[in-house]
C-alpha cells in the first residue's frame, strides 16, 4: 500500500485549524478551465467556512473525498499503535492552531489604530447593512487629496472650477461608519457630500437657460470672524416619463472580484430596479467582461421585463478582469443602437479592479474621452469592498460626462437609480464652468471647500476644448467658499511690507462697493459644442452681518463641517461633531426620504469613533 497524491500532516492540521478561526476572508482565484479554487487570507472581515482542498491522486486526476479521508498506510511499514498516531496528529494540529493565532493577532494588531468597538454605542441605520468588520482599506485605492489652500485677493482674485454632481464618497463614507471604522482621508470628497443632498434652491422659471443659479451669505459657523458664501445652482425638472427615448447599456463586471453578496448580487437588484423604469420606445442591452467581454442581451425593448431580468439572473462570476475590452464592446452596442436626439449612455458596473489588459490609468481615461465624441456617456457605479477603485471609477465618470455612484445598499440603489432616475440618466447642460472673481475692495482671502480635483486654470473658463461637469435633470450643485472681509479678524496672513493693504485704498465710487464678488457660469447644451454665459454681481453682506442663515446653508454648513473634519480639520478651529449635530438638526427641514436624519446618525457614529479628548470641547466654535 501507498499514500498517493497526499500533502503532510502538519499541513492538514493548519488547514483545519484555519477553518475554524474567526477573522479570514476567503480569495479565490479562477483556473482557465473556470475551475474555483479558495485560499485564506487574514483580511480581518467576517468568519468563513473554508471548503478543504481537492486530494490529487498519482494518476493526476483529481479525488472527490476531502483530504483527509480514506488515507492508507503502506504495508511495508511499521504501523505505530494507535494511541501514539492520534497524540502525533493532535500536536501537529495544535502546532497548526498556534501559528494560525499568531498570524491572527499580527492582523488585529494592524488594524487596531483603525478599528474601534462602535457596535456598542451605534443607532442601526435603515438605510445601510448592518455592522460588519471594517473593510479592508490598504488594497483600496482613492486619488490623493490636498485641501485648497487660503488666498489672497489681492495675488489671485480669481476662481475657477468645473462642477461636480457625483455623490459616490458620501455613500462610500457611511460604508465605513457603519463598518466601525473612520474612513480615510481622502476618501472623502467633501463637494461629493455636499451633493448628496437636495436643497430647496429656485427653480429656473423658463427653458432658455436650464438651471438657475442663487447665491447666501452668512456668518461661518466654526469661524465667527469669517463668512460663508453659498453658491447653489438647480436644473430644471423633468418627470421620467418625459424623458427622450433611451438608449442604455449595461457594462456589468463578472470577474471573480465581484463574487459576493454586496457586489455581483446588489448589481442585479439595481439594475432591475432601474430597467422596470423603462418603457417601450427605450431599448437596453446588457454586455460583460471578465478575462474576455460578450453580450448577455442583445438590444431588447425597455417593457420586455421578463427577458431583461431573465438576462441578469443568468450572470456568473469567475475569471480576471479585462476592463477595456468589456468598455470598447459596450460603446460599439451605444453606437449600435443609437438614438438620435435621445439619450445615450453606458452604465459601467463594477468594483473597478482592472487586471488584464489595458490596465494603465491614463491609457483607460483616454479610450472614454475618445469615445464621448460618439454622443455616448458614460456613467459609473461601484460596488463592494476590499478592492474597490474608487480613483478610476470617478476619472472615467468625469471624462465620460457623466456621473459616479457608490451603491452599498438596496436603498442606495433605489435612490440613485429610481428615485433620481431623470438626473443620472438626462444631462440638461454640460460642460459647467463656475468662475467667481473676488472685489479686492471687499474681500481679503477666501478658500473653496472641497471641488479638489475639479480645479481649472482661469484661461480654461472660455476655452471650450476644455472638458467640465454636467447638471442632470432637477440635480442641485452646491459650491461654499470660505471668506474673509477687508479689515476682519478673520484675515490670516500676515501684512506684507511693501504692498499697500488693500483696506487703506479707496473703494470705487460706484456699485462695485457693494458687491463681493462676480458669478460667472458657462456651459454647453447637451448637443452643442460652444458655451452659453450666465453671469450676475454678489452684493455685500451688511456690516451687521447678523442675518440668519437659511435653513439650506445651515444643512449644507453642517454638511462641509463634518466632511472636514473627517478630514483632519485644517480649517475648522474649534468647531467638533457637537457642533455638526446642532446646526444638523436644527436644519433637518421636511425630511420625506430620511436622508438627513440618517446624515444625523452617522454624525453621532463619527463623534464616538473619534478619540475622546478630541470631543471633550465645548460646543461653539472658537472664538478670539
Known amino acids: 500500500m501507498r499514500i498517493k497524491g497526499v500533502t503532510t500532516m502538519a499541513s492538514v492540521a493548519v488547514m483545519l485549524a484555519a477553518c475554524s478561526v474567526d477573522d479570514f476572508t476567503v480569495s479565490r482565484s479562477t483556473s482557465s478551465d473556470g475551475s474555483g479554487t479558495k485560499s485564506i487570507s487574514n483580511t480581518g472581515s467576517a468568519r468563513v467556512a473554508v471548503r478543504p482542498p481537492v486530494v490529487q491522486h498519482a494518476t493526476g486526476a483529481p479525488a472527490t473525498e476531502p483530504l483527509t479521508a480514506g488515507l492508507r498506510v503502506p504495508a511495508s511499514a511499521q504501523i505505530q499503535p494507535a494511541q501514539e498516531k492520534i497524540q502525533k496528529m493532535r500536536a501537529e494540529h495544535e502546532q497548526g492552531r498556534q501559528e494560525v493565532a499568531r498570524s491572527q493577532a499580527q492582523t488585529q494588531s494592524q488594524l487596531a489604530a483603525r478599528r474601534k468597538p462602535a457596535q456598542d454605542f451605534m443607532t442601526a441605520s435603515p438605510f445601510a447593512p448592518s455592522i460588519s468588520a471594517p473593510p479592508p482599506v490598504e488594497s483600496e485605492r482613492y486619488a490623493n487629496i490636498t485641501d485648497n489652500p487660503l488666498k489672497r485677493v489681492a495675488e489671485q482674485a480669481v476662481s475657477t472650477f468645473s462642477i461636480d454632481v457625483d455623490t459616490g464618497a458620501y455613500a462610500n463614507v457611511r460604508r465605513f461608519l457603519n463598518s466601525g471604522v473612520l474612513p480615510p482621508a481622502n476618501a472623502v470628497r467633501v463637494e461629493e457630500l455636499l451633493n448628496y443632498f437636495s436643497y430647496d434652491y429656485p427653480a429656473p422659471t423658463g427653458r432658455e437657460v436650464p438651471f438657475r443659479a442663487t447665491t447666501e451669505i452668512a456668518r461661518t459657523p466654526w469661524n465667527a470672524h469669517t463668512h460663508l458664501l453659498q453658491i447653489g445652482i438647480k436644473g430644471v425638472e423633468l418627470r421620467p416619463r418625459d424623458l427622450p427615448p433611451t438608449n442604455l447599456v449595461f457594462l456589468v463586471d463578472v470577474s471573480g472580484s465581484m463574487r459576493s453578496a454586496n457586489k455581483i448580487g446588489l448589481l442585479r437588484a439595481g439594475l432591475k430596479m432601474l430597467a422596470r423604469q423603462l418603457r417601450p420606445q427605450d431599448r437596453i442591452s446588457i454586455a460583460v467582461y471578465a478575462g474576455a467581454s460578450g453580450i448577455v442581451l442583445p438590444p431588447t425593448a425597455g417593457d420586455d421585463a421578463a427577458t431583461i431580468e431573465a438576462a441578469l439572473d443568468s450572470l456568473r462570476t469567475g475569471g480576471s478582469t479585462n476592463g477595456v475590452a468589456g468598455i470598447k464592446l459596450a460603446y460599439a452596442?451605444?453606437?449600435?443602437?443609437?438614438?438620435?436626439?435621445?439619450?445615450?449612455?453606458?452604465?459601467?458596473?463594477?468594483?473597478?479592479?482592472?487586471?488584464?489588459?489595458?490596465?494603465?490609468?491614463?491609457?483607460?481615461?483616454?479610450?472614454?474621452?475618445?469615445?464621448?465624441?460618439?454622443?455616448?456617456?458614460?456613467?459609473?457605479?461601484?460596488?463592494?469592498?476590499?478592492?474597490?477603485?474608487?480613483?478610476?471609477?470617478?476619472?472615467?465618470?468625469?471624462?465620460?460626462?457623466g456621473n459616479y455612484a457608490y451603491i452599498d445598499s438596496a436603498r442606495e440603489a433605489h435612490k440613485a437609480l429610481v428615485?433620481?432616475?431623470?438626473?443620472?440618466?438626462?444631462?440638461?447642460?454640460?460642460?459647467?464652468?463656475?468662475?467667481?472673481?473676488?472685489?479686492?475692495?471687499?474681500?481679503?482671502?477666501?478658500?473653496?471647500?472641497?471641488?479638489?480635483?475639479?480645479?481649472?486654470?482661469?484661461?480654461?473658463?472660455?476655452?471650450?476644448?476644455?472638458?467640465?461637469?454636467?447638471?442632470?435633470?432637477?440635480?442641485?450643485?452646491?459650491?461654499?467658499?470660505?471668506?474673509?472681509?477687508?479689515?476682519?479678524?478673520?484675515?490670516?496672513?500676515?501684512?506684507?511690507?511693501?504692498?499697500?493693504?488693500?483696506?487703506?485704498?479707496?473703494?470705487?465710487?460706484n456699485q462695485l462697493a457693494g458687491e463681493i464678488g462676480h458669478l460667472r457660469i458657462r456651459y454647453k447644451q447637451p448637443g452643442g459644442t460652444q458655451s452659453r454665459l450666465v453671469e450676475a454681481p454678489i452684493a455685500t453682506p451688511h456690516a451687521s452681518s447678523g442675518a440668519k442663515m437659511s435653513e439650506r446653508l445651515q444643512f449644507a454648513a453642517a454638511v462641509a463641517g463634518f466632511g472636514q473634519l473627517l478630514r483632519g480639520g485644517r480649517y475648522t478651529q474649534g468647531f467638533h461633531y457637537n457642533d455638526v449635530l446642532r446646526l444638523a438638526r436644527a436644519a433637518k427641514g421636511v425630511d420625506a426620504n430620511g436622508y438627513r436624519g440618517e446624515f444625523v446618525q452617522l454624525v453621532n457614529v463619527a463623534r464616538n469613533l473619534t478619540p475622546r479628548a478630541e470631543n471633550r470641547v465645548p460646543g461653539v466654535a472658537v472664538r478670539d
Open 333 to 401: 452596442l451605444a453606437r449600435q443602437s443609437f438614438i438620435a436626439g435621445g439619450i445615450n449612455r453606458v452604465m459601467l458596473a463594477t468594483d473597478g479592479d482592472f487586471n488584464v489588459g489595458t490596465v494603465n490609468f491614463q491609457a483607460l481615461k483616454n479610450l472614454v474621452e475618445r469615445e464621448r465624441d460618439s454622443g455616448v456617456s458614460l456613467t459609473t457605479l461601484g460596488f463592494g469592498t476590499g478592492n474597490i477603485n474608487e480613483h478610476l471609477m470617478e476619472q472615467l465618470a468625469n471624462v465620460g460626462n
Open 419 to 509: 428615485e433620481q432616475m431623470a438626473g443620472t440618466l438626462a444631462t440638461i447642460a454640460k460642460d459647467v464652468k463656475i468662475q467667481l472673481e473676488f472685489n479686492p475692495a471687499v474681500v481679503s482671502e477666501y478658500r473653496l471647500i472641497g471641488y479638489e480635483n475639479r480645479q481649472l486654470r482661469r484661461e480654461d473658463f472660455n476655452n471650450d476644448k476644455i472638458d467640465a461637469g454636467e447638471i442632470g435633470a432637477g440635480h442641485t450643485v452646491t459650491a461654499l467658499y470660505e471668506v474673509a472681509l477687508v479689515g476682519s479678524r478673520g484675515v490670516r496672513h500676515d501684512a506684507l511690507r511693501y504692498v499697500v493693504p488693500t483696506s487703506v485704498v479707496a473703494p470705487p465710487a
